[in-house]
């Protein structure tokens, strides 16, 4: 079986592996169909830890995933709670909560004390071939989605939760830096749920155009200064919600001085250093309410209606596909920002690399 695994920085290696054991009860063994490059596993890939997590042996990384069931152990219940079986196309929650913990009885799985991750150390993740994954972390896919739009719900679920942490209401401004998958999503849903402007920050050109088709008000940070842009366009008022999607440096700062007084600010973004920087006097003198959030809860359902009634586009921001065995490639290219990269899924049909749809340059 193939797999690629991380030895160090930037070191991915395509190697066999061994095959999964067999499926134990209320587990499946799926065969990975499509899966994505998340800017979380780029910060992985680029110094080997996340946060305050380092990858202390080589792993599988990745945990945007769509596959078919192969096989199912006794017991196996999908995440709707209906039985599964072989032969199902199924989206992947990789997120495995314990289920008994303090975090999880309240209703709050993904903040469980005993949480397993695909693809955060020690777990290995999806860019293999053949994985074990609960049951329960399995929802069925209608025929509607393809595999592609089944490893975006992962990034969909975040950027719902982030949203409904964020409070926004009808009427309601935001502003987002960074216009990453994620934050593409996140203008779609914060449209969706009436807000009145978004502006989104992102120095990519192909990006902000993205960001303007799905109703957005472009920022070119590298030819504006953003916050000065969105106090005037609000008249001096700033915006109720202000939300962080990228890599959480100075743009911590920017966003908050964004916000109106009383306003919320929303870190979505991975810092590399693992440091959260503002200024204490923004935050204190306007009174900001500053929301950290933490991938996903409850949302695969939900996501799953979103995208099979077109209410959020996810096609539209695949950018370009890769094989497996072309992974070291892919994430080389997403890390380097280059050639229109908006999001990579690897395709583990095996056909050639190949870009999506063209995007503009400018």
Request: glycine fraction near 10%.
């Amino acid at each position: 079986m193939i797999g690629v695994r991380l030895h160090g920085p930037r070191d991915l290696r395509v190697e066999e592996l061994p095959e999964p054991s067999p499926a134990g009860p209320g587990e499946a063994l799926v065969r990975v169909t499509a899966a994505g490059i998340c800017g979380s596993d780029l910060h992985t890939y680029a110094h080997a830890r996340i946060g305050d997590t380092k990858v202390a042996a080589p792993l599988v990384l990745g945990h945007e995933f769509a596959g078919v069931v192969e096989r199912c152990g006794t017991s196996a219940a999908d995440g709707n709670g209906q039985p599964l079986s072989p032969g199902l196309r199924v989206a992947v929650d990789p997120a495995a909560p314990c289920g008994t913990c303090a975090m999880c009885r309240r209703g709050d799985p993904h903040l469980c004390t005993a949480l397993h991750f695909c693809g955060l150390y020690p777990d290995d993740g999806c860019f293999q071939e053949q994985l074990i994954v609960p049951s329960r972390s399995c929802f069925p896919l209608p025929d509607s989605i393809d595999d592609a739009g089944g490893a975006m719900l992962e990034p969909l679920g975040v950027a719902m939760h982030a949203i409904e942490i964020s409070g926004i209401r009808v009427g309601d401004s935001m502003s987002l830096f960074g216009a990453g998958p994620i934050g593409l999503m996140m203008v779609q849903l914060a449209r969706m749920k009436g807000a009145e402007r978004v502006f989104v920050v992102e120095p990519l050109p192909w990006r902000r155009a993205l960001a303007e088709r799905f109703g957005a008000i472009p920022i070119s940070p590298t030819e504006q200064n953003p916050v000065a842009v969105v106090l005037e366009r609000t008249r001096g008022r700033g915006v109720e919600v202000a939300v962080e999607c990228a890599w959480a440096d100075s743009t911590i700062q920017q966003a908050a001085e964004t916000a109106v007084p009383g306003g919320r600010v929303v870190l979505v973004g991975i810092p590399a250093d693992d440091q959260c920087r503002m200024s204490h006097s923004t935050g204190r003198r306007k009174e900001l309410t500053l929301l950290f959030s933490r991938r996903m809860k409850h949302t695969y359902p939900a996501a799953i209606s979103l995208v099979q009634e077109g209410s959020v586009d996810v096609q539209s921001l695949i950018s370009h596909r890769f094989p497996l065995r072309n992974l070291p490639e892919a994430f080389a290219l997403n890390a380097a920002y280059r050639d229109g990269v908006v999001k990579v899924i690897i395709d583990s049909r095996g056909h050639a690399p190949r870009m999506g749809r063209s995007h503009p340059s400018g």
